[in-house]
């Protein structure tokens, strides 16, 4: 069974610094790995989905990096805004459309 | 295009009464899942439909169950209520039933069982 993990679990930076969220994961037998923001008591965003074949997905201030061979994946904020506190998590999924999720990192940025 | 729906978005019942949960898709998405999250536990894998048909399961008992009809809408039901049922309930909608497609959430249904 595949095995989520994300570290750290909470995070607190000033604003405008960039930082780094880490998720690994035991099978590295993935199809793909989507990270996900979430505000407390709201559903999920989807922030980025990494094919199985790419090293690298951006969007805007965030990028997201693979390494399926040693079971990891990186979520790099740039120039952190408050409006970025949030939990942060990651899924990886089955083969079917099962996820499973880390327990996820909670973000805040202080202004 | 709109996102995925759930209704009701809060709930309060009693142990033993039941619960039915409903999930709309967005539109042309065919797969739905569905999700129990709580602080304990984080977030749970209970089912996935496809084409109306259930493709997996979680480890959960037989009180979850869930449906989903022609027009890839999805209920799930919560029979006997339980203390341990209170938690926010997750739906996702895909495009397809199996990888690499993107997972879209709705903003939960949060349920209270007193």
């Known amino acids: 069974k595949q095995e989520v993990t994300q570290i750290p679990a909470a995070l607190s930076v000033p604003e405008g610094e960039n930082l780094v969220l880490n998720c690994s994961f035991t099978d590295s037998a993935i199809y793909n790995l989507q990270w996900f923001r979430q505000d407390p008591g709201k559903g999920l965003t989807s922030l980025l989905l990494i094919q199985s074949s790419q090293r690298e997905q951006t969007s805007g201030r965030l990028n997201a990096s693979l390494d399926k061979s040693s079971g990891r994946s990186t979520l790099y904020i740039a120039a952190s805004q408050p409006g970025d506190s949030a939990t942060y998590l990651c899924a990886v999924p089955n083969t079917g459309n099962q996820f499973y999720f880390g327990t996820g990192t909670s973000l805040t940025v202080i202004p | 295009k709109a996102g995925v729906t759930q209704t009701p978005r809060y709930l309060i019942k009693t142990r033993g009464q039941q619960v039915t949960l409903s999930c709309s898709p967005i539109s042309g998405h065919r797969s739905v899942s569905w999700y129990q999250q709580t602080p304990g536990q984080g977030l749970q894998f209970l089912f996935e439909y496809f084409s109306e048909t259930q493709r997996n399961k979680g480890n959960f008992p037989g009180r979850f169950s869930g449906r989903q009809f022609s027009n890839s809408r999805s209920e799930m039901n919560v029979s006997t209520l339980e203390l341990g049922d209170s938690a926010l309930y997750l739906c996702?909608?895909?495009?397809?039933?199996?990888?690499?497609?993107?997972?879209?959430f709705g903003p939960g249904t949060r349920l209270t069982v007193t």
């Open positions: 996702a909608s895909s495009f397809g039933p199996t990888n690499p497609y993107e997972q879209y």
